[in-house]
């Protein structure tokens, strides 16, 4: 029998054996679930085209082209570990499986970077249902966010399909207002006023300026927690039919529309209404450029599909930061209760936790979008920081491991410098932020300690075993991602 490295595929449903999740969903749903993770450019594009006017634009596209690297390299090391969920950090766990304490703190770190999608996302729903046809009022905004991601989590509980069937009505009403801020201005050229772009320079600065380009470091640590995020498809691969095809695929779909929603929205958006307006209310901004086009009535039928779109990035964020944590379990990093699987085949002992952290979170820090954001990404770029590495060490370590997708060698070097640009702006971008915000992240961050230290203690810090029955295939056995029984 060859390592579990070579990869595992997948029975019909019914043979699956306990324990396992089920691989029942395409390229397709996990491109869906990504798209929970390219429509978060609406948490944060008020914040920084206040700061930054036109630069703004700059800072979105650089950081989206970095986003799209750091797909690639996870398409590869996806298709060396095909029975991994999760996501992203827990390739970085198999690199440096001599140093588990390294997969424990970057598997943390990007549940740490999902969770706060949920709370946010919500808060920005209840801002377009106030502006809409709810009452004023942050506690009505609070309460309305708690009633949503009660429902969501409920919807989740009955497992991953139904998840994706309302992602792809979500997806559909999503894409909608993106489509349409990014065409209008082609058939209605007035709607784009050159004046709001033109001269291409930091708002009140320009680019020789040290001031200006710290303000640029500072939005662009924010902006990796919104455009790094379409790589969310990773978390599903371990429930993909055939994740060896499927799961570049969905890395690359994931990757197209990414480039769409973090490059051309944000100068359309800008173009059409201005930084002044977009800056306005943060929590609503694509409502003005929304009224602007189609009238305060459309505006209404457009606030409707954005609430679609930021449910669709809550939904995302309850399946990866659940899936992140099930597999934090079963790799012996943390409690073995986050492990626990019910009769749907949906890790319900994370989602307990995510759910419990969620309303703690809307209770706490109400509607301030901005700080949730930076303090949660101080766990999300430290598992970019490690990521990129990782891939560099598999390359090394794992050259012979069936790659059923490989990038050529010149990304070696470019997962280096992307490595090193990662540190950089951790340190210098997250030191904008000021110390409350980085300090309440890296306290968050330390919390895994205790989790970790009873799981290796007490529990035992033995992986949990592939679910019985697996047989685990060879390169020339197959590479089609379908898993058999064992006949040895």
């Known amino acids: 029998m060859s390592t579990i490295e070579q990869g595992i595929a997948a029975p019909a449903p019914s043979a699956i054996p306990s324990g396992g999740l089920q691989r029942t969903i395409t390229w397709k749903s996990a491109f869906v679930v990504s798209l929970g993770g390219s429509l978060l450019v609406a948490t ?46 827990t390739y970085t766990h198999e690199a440096f499986k001599k140093y588990p304490l390294i ?79 990014c065409l209008s201005p082609i058939f209605r050229t007035s709607l784009f006023h050159a004046a709001f772009v033109v001269p291409f320079t930091p708002l009140g600065g320009s680019w020789h300026s040290t001031a200006s380009w710290n303000l640029i470091f500072k939005d662009m640590f924010l902006a990796i927690w919104s455009a790094y995020a379409f790589e969310a498809a990773s978390s599903v691969i371990a429930e993909l039919k055939d994740p060896h095809k499927d799961g570049p695929k969905a890395m690359y779909a994931a990757s197209v529309v990414g480039m769409f929603a973090y490059g051309l929205v ?76 019910n009769k749907f085949g949906v890790p319900v002992g994370s989602m307990v936790w995510d759910g419990i952290v969620t309303i703690v979170m809307l209770i706490k820090f109400g509607a301030n979008v901005p700080n949730i954001i930076a303090a949660s990404n101080v766990g999300y770029l430290i598992v970019f920081m490690l990521l990129t590495p990782a891939f560099v060490v598999l390359r090394y370590q794992q050259p012979d491991v069936a790659r059923p997708f490989k990038l050529p060698n010149i990304f070696i070097p470019i997962a280096i410098v992307v490595t090193l640009f990662n540190w950089f702006l951790f340190f210098v971008g997250g030191k904008e932020w000021g110390r409350d915000v980085m300090l309440t992240g890296s306290i968050i961050m330390l919390l895994f300690i205790p989790f970790y230290a009873f799981r290796r203690m007490v529990q035992g810090a033995e992986p949990e075993p592939i679910p019985v029955g697996m047989h685990v295939l060879t390169e020339e056995e197959d590479l089609s991602g379908r898993r058999i029984p064992a006949t040895d």
């Open 44 to 89: 944060s594009l008020g914040t920084i085209a206040g700061d930054l006017g036109p630069a703004s634009v700059f800072v979105w596209t650089f950081i989206a082209i970095l986003g799209v690297i750091e797909c690639l390299l996870i398409a590869e090391m996806a298709g060396m570990f095909p029975h991994k969920s999760g996501g992203t950090s």
């Open 103 to 181: 997969g424990a703190i970057a598997n943390w770190g990007y549940w740490l970077g999902w969770i706060p999608v949920i709370p946010v996302n919500l808060i920005l729903v209840a801002g377009y249902m106030q502006a809409s046809f709810l009452p004023a009022g942050d506690k009505t905004m609070v309460g309305t966010a708690i009633v949503l991601g009660v429902l969501l989590y409920v919807l989740n509980y009955f497992g991953l399909k139904p998840g994706i069937w309302s992602g792809v009505l979500m997806a559909v009403c999503a894409l909608g207002p993106m489509a349409v801020v």
């Open 266 to 341: 944000p100068l359309m958006m800008l173009a059409i209404v201005g930084p002044m307006v977009l800056s306005k209310d943060a929590s609503v901004a694509f409502l003005p450029a929304a009224q602007q086009i189609f009238g305060k009535g459309g505006g209404v039928v457009v606030s409707v599909m954005l609430i679609a779109a930021l449910l669709l990035g809550a939904q995302t964020a309850i399946i990866g930061s659940s899936r992140t944590m099930y597999e934090m379990s079963r790799d012996g990093l943390t409690l073995k209760q986050f492990g626990k699987l």
